[in-house]
């Protein structure tokens, strides 16, 4: 349990800091560095992480280590352009031109004034991506596609696959708590969201 917890931190993490910082230096800089920035996004999605993945693990074996750095570091895309709208909307806002004109650079206006603004897509975002990380890397860890010598939810629920009949509680038990676990996340989320952005609550 605590293995796959600690892998969606860290990968969720991961995407959340680069995703956030690209989308908001886009948005705000605008111009080329925005249209260089969104079409190496674009190329990154064409070509997905656990392609990428599946080939180191050919090469390489698999590992948590890799786990994190390929989805990390080639999964942040999404997170990218949500930020970025939601950076675009508060680029225009009142304060940010006066910090403008006060002669602020950029990377302090990014730093005090658009990514404090942004805070609340960038959370609900990653209580979001959390649960699915974790779910994704029970998957692989179920298919052997994991690091084997490190147990977690996967391994555990398909290790007991083939006792379902004497022994189904091996692969039960586990498998509920990582129903519970990807639920309790889901409903955290959802109360970021409507804690963040009240309009959500009026549009149901």
């Known amino acids: 349990m605590r293995v796959s917890i600690r892998i969606g931190l860290?990968?969720?993490?991961?995407?959340?800091?680069?995703?956030?910082?690209?989308g908001t230096v886009a948005a705000y800089v605008g111009g080329l560095v925005d249209e260089v920035l969104m079409r190496y996004v674009d190329i990154q999605q064409v070509f997905?992480?656990?392609?990428?993945?599946?080939?180191?693990?050919?090469?390489?074996?698999?590992?948590?280590?890799?786990f994190i750095l390929v989805f990390g570091l080639f999964s942040w895309g999404?997170?990218?352009?949500?930020?970025?709208?939601?950076?675009?909307?508060?680029?225009?806002?009142?304060?940010?031109?006066?910090?403008?004109?006060?002669?602020?650079?950029?990377?302090?206006?990014?730093?005090?004034h658009i990514l404090p603004n942004v805070s609340g897509t960038v959370i609900t975002n990653l209580t979001l991506l959390i649960p699915g990380l974790i779910l994704f890397e029970a998957g692989l860890a179920f298919l052997s596609l994991g690091d084997p010598t490190i147990p977690s939810w996967g391994?555990?629920?398909?290790a007991g696959r083939s006792d379902l009949r004497t022994a189904w509680w091996v692969s039960t038990v586990p498998g509920v708590f990582l129903f519970l676990t990807i639920l309790a996340f889901n409903f955290v989320g959802d109360a970021f969201r409507d804690a963040l952005d009240p309009r959500s609550e009026g549009d149901r």
């Open 10 to 22: 860290i990968t969720s993490f991961l995407i959340i800091s680069i995703g956030a910082t690209v």
């Open 48 to 66: 997905p992480s656990f392609l990428l993945y599946l080939l180191l693990i050919f090469l390489f074996g698999g590992s948590l280590l890799m």
């Open 78 to 112: 999404g997170t990218a352009r949500l930020v970025r709208s939601a950076a675009l909307q508060r680029s225009e806002d009142e304060y940010v031109a006066v910090a403008r004109a006060a002669g602020a650079d950029t990377s302090h206006v990014i730093r005090r």
């Open 155 to 158: 391994q555990t629920i398909a």
